[in-house]
Structures are given as C-alpha cells and as structure tokens.
C-alpha cells in the first residue's frame, strides 16, 4: 500500500514540478507560494520514501538473520497464535516468514535486493538527516553545513538538495533522480558485496575526516 501511495505522490509532484520549471524559464522566477508548496511536498515525499525503504530493509534483514539462526519457524508459531485470523497483521508477517522458509531462491533474491537498494538509501537517509536534524548522517553532535539547501532543476523543476559533509559538497541529488533511481533498482546486476564495502569504506573516510565530531552509526 505505501509502494502504491509513494507512486501516486510521485506522479502528482512531477505535475507539480513541471509547472515550476515552465514558470522559471517564462518567467525567471517561480512564485513564493508554488516554491513554498514544492518544497514541502519534496520533503513529505522524501521523508515518506526513507521510512517504506527503512522498514523494507528491516523487514528484510530480521527475516535473514531468523533464516540463518534456524529460528524461522518458532517466529511463525508465535505469529500465527496471536489472535488468531483476527490479528490480520500478524498473519500477514507469519506468511511472509513461511515464504522465506520454503523458497531457497527467494532468499538469494532478498540479499541481492538489500545491495541494490544499499546506495540509493544511504542517499536518501543522508538527505533526511541533513533536512529534519540538519546534521550530518552517521556523525554525532554534527551540525550540516547547508541543511535542506535546493536549488530548481530547470530540466525537470524538481528540487536539487546539496549533500555535504563539513566544507566538502560530495554530491548533489534531485527528488526526481531519486524517483528513477527507485524506479531503475531491479535493472541489470545487483551490486557485489565488495562494491558494497567499497561504498561504506569512502563514507566512513569522509566521516572520519569531520574536524571535531566523531563517527556513528547510531542516527
């Protein structure tokens, strides 16, 4: 239902963004009031898509570690005696779990599928570090150097945020860019676990390099 609900904002803010940009290039300037509803809608969107991906993660990752700890089924027995069918969340759960159990190749899929959302996700959680706390994702007592900084995408008139770490802008993200790069996650072969750990090893280093903070995973 969230994956449904997320898509339908995405359709609608593409509407939204297109009459930003007709307007920036028309008229060099975008009203107050439109600006002002693009960006909450952008953020309400962005923050949206951080906690269905978060949760799918988590989801995910509990689901393995019963997996490789031989505890799937008692987490079943457990799920399928809380209520009964009235607990319809719980049965839900329990027969996600029992698809897990039956199908070797669905496990093999759910890894491969936690890599290819790994980057896009520590994209958008940095972005929803940077606007909600303004700090620096992974960074304790961080403080963002341009929180929630965005500029208009004249091509697409979605909003461009700048991601940076202390005085290092290391890249530059639109809500559009993130929409297709959702969109393009099942295209061609997953990362490998090494380019994954290649990832994480230059994020830590720029973590690291902060003057006066210290790196955490705790956020």
Request: aromatic share 2%; proline share 6%; hydrophobic share 45%.
């Given at each position: 239902?969230?994956?449904?609900?997320?898509a339908i904002v995405d359709d609608f803010l593409m509407q939204v963004e297109a009459e930003a940009a007709k307007e920036q290039i028309q008229n060099d300037r975008v009203p107050i009031d439109q600006l002002v509803f693009l960006t909450a809608q952008t953020?309400?969107?962005?923050f949206a898509v951080y906690e269905l991906l978060r949760t799918w993660r988590q989801r995910v990752s509990d689901a393995l570690k019963l997996h490789i700890n031989?505890?799937?089924?008692?987490?079943?027995?457990h799920l399928r005696k809380r209520d009964g069918p009235a607990d319809f969340g719980s049965q839900i759960r329990a027969r996600q779990l029992e698809a897990v159990r039956d199908?070797?190749?669905?496990?093999?899929?759910?890894?491969?599928d936690q890599r290819r959302v790994h980057v896009i996700f520590g994209t958008i959680e940095a972005l929803r570090v940077s606007i909600a706390k303004h700090e620096v994702a992974g960074v304790r007592n961080s403080i963002a150097h341009m929180p929630g900084y965005a500029r208009l995408d004249l091509m697409t008139g979605s909003l461009n945020y700048e991601l940076s770490m202390g005085p290092v802008i290391y890249d530059y993200?639109?809500?559009?860019?993130i929409a297709d790069g959702i969109r393009?996650?099942?295209?061609?072969?997953?990362?490998?676990?090494e380019n994954i750990a290649s990832y994480e090893?230059?994020?830590?280093?720029?973590?690291?390099?902060?003057p006066g903070f210290h790196f955490s995973r705790e956020f």
């Open positions: 239902m969230q994956v449904t609900n997320v953020q309400m969107w962005l031989g505890g799937l089924q008692l987490k079943i027995d199908d070797p190749i669905l496990v093999e899929n759910l890894r491969s993200v639109s809500r559009r860019g393009a996650i099942l295209d061609g072969d997953p990362p490998t676990v090893e230059a994020m830590k280093a720029m973590r690291a390099g902060l």
